[in-house]
Structure formats: C-alpha cells, structure tokens
C-alpha cells in the first residue's frame, strides 16, 4: 500500500483529504460492512468478527508493527486514518482498536524474543492483542493506587486482583495487564512499582482468571476481570519490573490521537448525515435545511470538527518525529470528543423523531461516540493534564 500523502479535493466536506489511498482502500473494505451490518451486530450485542477478519487479513490493523515484524510500518498519521475512515463509514472502530495502540507497549519495551515471537503473529491475525486491563472499580482514574497484585515466585508471576471494563477480552488472545510488584508503601514515588505483562487469556481463563461481561450503553463488549493465584511465567514481564505504568503512559499519546481521529470519522458521519437529512426532509413546504435555526448548528459542527482535525495532524506529526507530544495528543483527544458528541447531539435534532429510529444509524452512533469523552481518559483528567504541564499550575490531585 502507498503511504505518500496526497490532496485531493472532496468538495462537500473537506477541503483537502491527506493519505487519499489510505482512504481508498479502508473505504472500499468498508463498503462491504455497511451500516445495517454494525446496526444488526449492535441490535444483537455480537463482536463484529467478519469485519476484524478482513480487516486483519488485508493488513490494516498491523499499520504500525514494523516491516521486520510482518506489519506494514506505518506512521501514527496513516493509522490514524485507518480508524478515521471506519468511523467515518458508518462502522465502530471500538471494536479493533486496541489492537493499533496495544502492541505498541511490545514493540517498544518488549524484549527482542518477544517481539519475535509476538507481532509477526499478531501481524498476521493468527493473535489478537485486543485488550488491555488497567482501570480498576474501586481506584478508577487514581491508577497509580491500584491494588492488583503481581507476586514474584521464582520463575513465575502469581497475580491476585480485579479490573473492571476490560474491552475486547473475550476476543483476544493476549492482554497488556498492570499489577503492582511493589507495595505503594514501599516506593518512593507512586508511580513505581507497577510492572506490565502480557497475558495468554485462554490459558488464564483455565488458570484463575474470570470474566463477567458488563452489558453497557452501546455494542461494546467489556467485562469485569477476577485474578485469583492467576500464575504468569516471569519471562512475560515486558521491560523492566517496576517501570509498567511508564510503559503504559508511554502508550498513551498514540491511544489517544488515534481515538480523536475515530472521532473525527465519528462527527463527520454525523455532519453528513445532518447535511443530507436537513436537504431533503421538507416541513412548512421547505427543506429543513433552509431554517438557520437547523443550518447553524450543523455548521457549527462542521468548523469545530475540522478544527480538532488539524490538532490531530499536529499530534501525528510530532508522535512521528518522535518528539513529545502528549499535550497535543491531550489536545487533540479532548477537541474530537467534544466535537464528534456535539455533531451527535445536533444530528439527533436535526432527525427529530426519525432520529429515534434504529434503521437511520444515528442513536447507535450517539451511543457509541458518547463513550469517548469518558474512556480511554476523561475530559476532566486531560483538563488537569493541561492545567499542570501546558499552563504549571499546581497538580490538583
Ligand atoms: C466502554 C468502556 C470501555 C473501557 N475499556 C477499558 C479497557 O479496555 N481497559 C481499561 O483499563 N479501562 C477501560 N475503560 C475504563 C475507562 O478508562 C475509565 O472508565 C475512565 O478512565 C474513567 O475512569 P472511571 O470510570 O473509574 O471514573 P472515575 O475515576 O471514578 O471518575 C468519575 C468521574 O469523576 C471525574 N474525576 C475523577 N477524579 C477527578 C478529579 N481529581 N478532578 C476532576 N474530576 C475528577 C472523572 O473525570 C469522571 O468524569 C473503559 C470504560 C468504558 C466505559
């Protein structure tokens, strides 16, 4: 596939579209699982897995595993058009999405046996690296005080605890897991003395780990995680132990700019949608689309999309460049969020009733974005990331 950036002009929407093949090729994947596919897959709460399939077997979601390890060695920009375009078509990029960002803790703290062993096999779909289990039900956002525990016994992990809204771990094959190795009381900073693993979920499903879905507001299978004397072979530890929760954060700028990106596809499906709806529904003998009081909004939406897009672009850049970039990712994520449930809300209203009706598309996706402003980070936590590191004001918490 190429990766040359490209601008071609779309004419209703954007002015310019970056990565045009890119688009082109996760567009014409998309095609084949239109909207009555993700509506019927959401209708019976069921893992889109034929669309995890092709979407494995046409190479798109080993976007960022290098060359050597069998990906196709893309830039966070490229991926983040993968995730964009999906968004964009109708589908929900939740359900793949771990995968992109997850083997990432591998490739860049991973031992080189593991990532031999690893990503070539992710790359080619024969492994799933769709989940990761960090939050936890009685800590939340407070992770440096999570209690799971990880015990070294030899040549062994012996891992005791719980985590709660785990995504994807019912179809995955392996999850990036962060226990405490260190009591909290015993280290000199918090951030200390956690260490990350990578957990075989079949062989742990038999060996003393539990899952309980948690049915929840859109099709986005989570659970609840129980670890009873789960024993994990030491040589799963990724890195060093003790350094896990810099591993994670490490991870995070590319989790949240490729989420804002999935927003962006989410808001201009949205606007679209608004658009052609507000040209063709005609009430009082006019198109609703004629009123300012339904054009404004959906313009509104419209600028404040395409603004966050740009702060997308400068994440990617950076994240690239290999140069710091987590205000911007911050940045980014919190605009798309804001954005795209914005577009969702004024979408609705712009449907009015019809926007009830499941077969338009628009309450599912309602449901669906309204996820990212919470998850992977809350609004309030990136507000606090800006106050402390963009602007130096004292840390609130
Ligand atoms: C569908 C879904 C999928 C998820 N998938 C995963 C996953 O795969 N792996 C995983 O580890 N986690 C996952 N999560 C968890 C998600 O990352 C957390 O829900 C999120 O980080 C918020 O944490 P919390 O729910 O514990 O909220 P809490 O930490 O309890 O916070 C509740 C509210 O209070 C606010 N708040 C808390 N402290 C402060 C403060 N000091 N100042 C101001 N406001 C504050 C928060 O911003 C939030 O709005 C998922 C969640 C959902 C809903």
């Known amino acids: 596939m190429s990766v040359l950036p490209r601008s071609v002009n779309r004419g209703s929407n954007v002015a310019q579209e970056k990565y045009a093949d890119i688009r082109e090729g996760v567009r014409s994947l998309c095609k084949e699982f239109p909207p ?14 034929e669309f995890l399939a092709a979407l494995t077997h046409a190479g798109w979601l080993a976007a960022l595993i290098p060359a050597e390890y069998g990906g196709a060695g893309l830039g966070l920009a490229e991926a983040s058009v993968i995730m964009e375009e999906i968004n964009r078509s109708g589908g929900n990029s939740g359900s793949c999405h771990g995968q992109m960002y997850n083997m990432g803790t591998v ?8 990532k031999r062993k690893y990503l070539p096999r992710i790359a080619s779909g024969e492994l799933r690296l769709q989940s990761m289990g960090v939050t936890e039900p009685t800590t939340g956002s407070d992770t440096t005080r999570l209690k799971t525990t ?7 992990y012996v891992v005791n605890g ?6 994807r771990a019912q179809h995955s094959d392996l999850m990036i897991l962060l226990a405490r190795t260190t009591p909290l009381a015993e280290v000199k900073k ?15 499903l038999k060996n003393g780990l539990t899952l309980r879905p948690i049915r929840n507001m859109a099709n986005h299978e989570t659970n609840e995680a129980f670890f009873e004397d789960l024993v994990i072979p030491a040589e799963n530890l990724i890195g060093e132990e003790g350094k896990g929760f810099r591993y994670i954060l490490d991870g995070l700028n590319a989790e949240r700019t490729l989420i804002a990106a999935e927003c962006i596809g989410d808001g201009y499906w949205f606007v679209d949608k608004a658009a052609a709806y507000a040209k063709e529904r005609v009430v009082f003998d006019r198109p609703i689309g004629q009123n300012q009081g339904i054009q404004f909004p959906i313009a509104q939406c419209q600028i404040e999309i395409q603004a966050a897009d740009l702060m997308r672009w400068r994440a990617c850049e950076l994240f690239d460049r290999h140069e710091p970039c987590g205000a911007e990712a911050n940045m980014a994520k919190y605009l798309a969020a804001k954005a795209s449930w914005e577009a969702a809300d004024v979408c609705l209203q712009t449907f009015g009733g019809f926007g ?11 449901r669906e974005t309204r996820l990212y402003t919470v998850a992977p980070i809350s609004t309030n936590l990136i507000l606090s990331f800006v106050a402390e590191h963009v602007l130096g004001l004292p840390r609130s918490f």
Do not use: I, N
Request: charged content about 40%; some cysteine.
């Open 36 to 49: 009555e596919f993700w509506r019927k897959c959401d209708e019976e709460q069921r893992y889109p897995d």
């Open 107 to 114: 490739l860049r703290h991973g031992s080189e046996e593991q």
């Open 190 to 204: 918090k951030t200390d003395g956690m260490s990350v693993f990578l957990v075989d979920v079949h062989h742990a």
């Open 162 to 167: 719980q985590k709660v809204w785990l995504s």
């Open 356 to 366: 009830f009706a499941a077969e338009y598309d628009v309450e599912r996706k309602f």
């Open 150 to 156: 990880a015990v070294r016994q030899g040549d062994r």
